[in-house]
């Protein structure tokens, strides 16, 4: 069978290029719409799909990032980021760290990764290139699992898309939701008028998630960032306690910046323990 196709192969046959000029013609679409009436249509699409936030930034505020981590190694020819937070359940976070929490942890990668692929199917409708960046750590391209560099950084991109800032807790915190959210990223090759950059930090350095990390892997000064070993260390236990994914996020629980921080007046009225 192989060996019929290549001599079929080495027949010199007429190439068609007026057929395949008229199709190729034929698939660059319709009139596509300007860049500030696309990026509207993204987020319209982005928010139906589930989004909470949505926010726009262009290759160029990634410029920063460490070699091989840039979206151009990604998708070369892209051009804009499209950044959607989705929020965590506050009962979910409120439990962690449970099995529930674990299990929530999972199911919202799923369902940012499906939004993230309905809307790069969007965009190729409107006559462009798109590509969803993994959520999680499933996609790192890493030499050693200790490394823990994602194949792009997420927060990066959402704190590039005026979504947020970083907390002390070295998380992405948003104005509304603060940190109990889960970044996707879809990188295209169309031109996307830029969002604002968030013009306040929310995280109001209270030290919560510095006295809570039961790994003490959170450091009050800003400037050193987290113990991401002692952190993964943390995780894993709490995997082997909680039956579960293995996740944590006590950092995101103690945060006060959440949309309900109910819970947290109530403990702290009553000097009970946050965790
Ligand atoms: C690896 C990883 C981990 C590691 C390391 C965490 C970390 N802080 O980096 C471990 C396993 C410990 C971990 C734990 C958790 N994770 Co995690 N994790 C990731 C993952 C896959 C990659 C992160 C990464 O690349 N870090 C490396 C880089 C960015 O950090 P860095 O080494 O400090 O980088 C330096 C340089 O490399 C450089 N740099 C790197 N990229 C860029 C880009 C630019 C433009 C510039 C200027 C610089 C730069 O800047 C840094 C400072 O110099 C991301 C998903 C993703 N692809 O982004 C999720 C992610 C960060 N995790 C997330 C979460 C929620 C958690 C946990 C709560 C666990 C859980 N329940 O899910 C904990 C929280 C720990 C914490 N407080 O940070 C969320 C965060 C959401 C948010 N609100 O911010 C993410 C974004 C997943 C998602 N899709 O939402 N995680
Ligand atoms: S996930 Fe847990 S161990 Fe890791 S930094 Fe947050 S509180 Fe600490
Ligand atoms: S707990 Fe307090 S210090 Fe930590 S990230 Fe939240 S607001 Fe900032």
């Known amino acids: 069978m192989e060996k019929r196709l290549m001599e079929r192969d080495a027949v010199e046959v007429e190439i068609d290029v007026d057929s395949i000029a008229k199709l190729l013609e034929s698939q660059q679409g319709e009139k596509r719409p300007s860049r500030d009436e696309l990026t509207k249509q993204i987020r319209a699409f982005a928010l139906k799909a589930g989004a909470d936030r949505v926010g726009f930034a262009l290759y160029e505020s990634m410029d920063e990032a460490p070699e091989g981590r840039h979206p151009r190694d990604i998708l070369p020819t892209g051009k804009s980021m499209v950044v959607i937070v989705k929020r965590y359940l506050e009962a979910t976070v409120d439990s962690a760290p449970s099995f529930y929490s674990a299990l929530q942890y999972t199911q919202l990668n799923t369902y940012i990764e499906r939004m993230a692929f309905d809307i790069s199917c969007f965009i190729e409708d409107q006559g462009y290139r798109a590509m969803p960046v993994p959520a999680t750590q499933y996609g790192m391209r890493v030499t050693s699992y200790m490394d823990f560099v994602g194949v792009m950084s997420q927060r990066h991109a959402a704190i590039a898309a005026g979504l947020g800032t970083w907390g002390l807790n070295d998380l992405l915190i948003t104005p509304d939701f603060g940190p109990r959210v889960r970044i996707i990223t879809i990188l295209t090759d169309a031109e996307l008028t830029p969002s604002p950059k968030l013009d306040r930090d929310p995280c109001i350095g209270c030290n ?3 006295k809570y990390c039961p790994a003490h892997a959170i450091s009050a000064d800003r400037s050193i960032g987290i113990d991401k070993g002692k952190c993964m260390l943390c995780l894993m236990e709490t995997k082997r306690k909680t039956g ?9 629980k103690v945060c006060p910046v959440a949309r309900d921080s109910a819970h947290l007046r109530e403990v702290l009225a009553n ?3 946050l965790v």
């Open 244 to 252: 579960g994914e293995g996740t944590c996020g006590i950092c995101q």
């Open 271 to 273: 000097h009970v323990s």
């Open 208 to 210: 919560l998630c510095v």
